[in-house]
């Protein structure tokens, strides 16, 4: 997995409680990506960051934060999160904002 | 509107039978295009990057070609090993995001 790791690899949670998901890079890539998977659904882009600090939103950004303040983690969080929100989370990174690499995912079960 | 859109959702070959999978994109203005593979309860896989019309790129019996409108992933005498869905995506120079389908589950059949 191109020296990608995501955490927790799977959790359960409650609506309304704040949940954070990790990823986690050895590649020393400067662009990471979050993204959420469907079913009926291609992959959809949440946020993604091209540098520390450095973030922007992506299509379905709505009730979700990033942050990236070292350049081998960037962390998801759902502030409040929703039925509406249980999926499985990708984290991909890219070195020269071409070809994504992709983690393991991250299942999450929002009851 | 970016899209792509992916033909058939679903196929099933028997081992050996060569067939290819679509991925219709439109977008103004192509940067690449990219094909994955995904196991279940994995990540999507990197396989190819195409950027131009008539450019092809093969990896064992996968080859990939790419028009102005599409793009096929032509699988050659698969194997069961080969079941997985793939999944097609564009990039524009607009944004740079990234588009993808949601891609064709094929199954080989021993």
């Known amino acids: 997995d191109a020296g990608i790791t995501q955490s927790p690899r799977h959790k359960v949670t409650e609506t309304g409680t704040p949940v954070t998901l990790r990823c986690h890079q050895t590649?020393?890539?400067?662009?990471m990506y979050w993204y959420r998977q469907d079913p009926g659904h291609g992959l959809r882009l949440i946020h993604y960051s091209y540098g520390v600090k450095d973030t922007d939103k992506g299509e379905v950004s709505d009730g979700y934060s990033v942050s990236r303040s070292k350049t081998e983690d960037f962390l998801l969080t759902l502030e409040s999160a929703t039925s509406s929100q249980t999926s499985v989370y990708f984290c991909a990174i890219s070195a020269l904002q071409e070809t994504q690499y992709f983690g393991p995912g991250t299942r999450l079960l929002v009851l | 509107e970016d899209q792509v859109t992916q033909s058939p959702e679903a196929l099933r070959l028997q081992e050996g039978e060569s067939s290819s999978l679509n991925c219709s994109y439109t977008?103004?203005?192509?940067?690449?295009l990219f094909w994955y593979r995904q196991d279940p309860g994995k990540g999507p896989e990197f396989l190819f990057t195409l950027y131009s019309a008539g450019e092809e790129k093969e990896k064992e019996r996968l080859k990939a070609t790419l028009t102005k409108k599409e793009s096929f992933l032509h699988i050659t005498a698969p194997k069961p090993e080969d079941s997985a869905t793939y999944l097609c995506?564009?990039?524009?120079?607009?944004?740079?995001?990234?588009?993808f389908g949601t891609g064709t589950s094929l199954t080989v059949i021993p």
């Open positions: 590649e020393n890539h400067r662009y």
């Open positions: 995506a564009v990039q524009a120079y607009v944004g740079n995001q990234f588009y």
């Open positions: 977008v103004s203005g192509l940067r690449g």
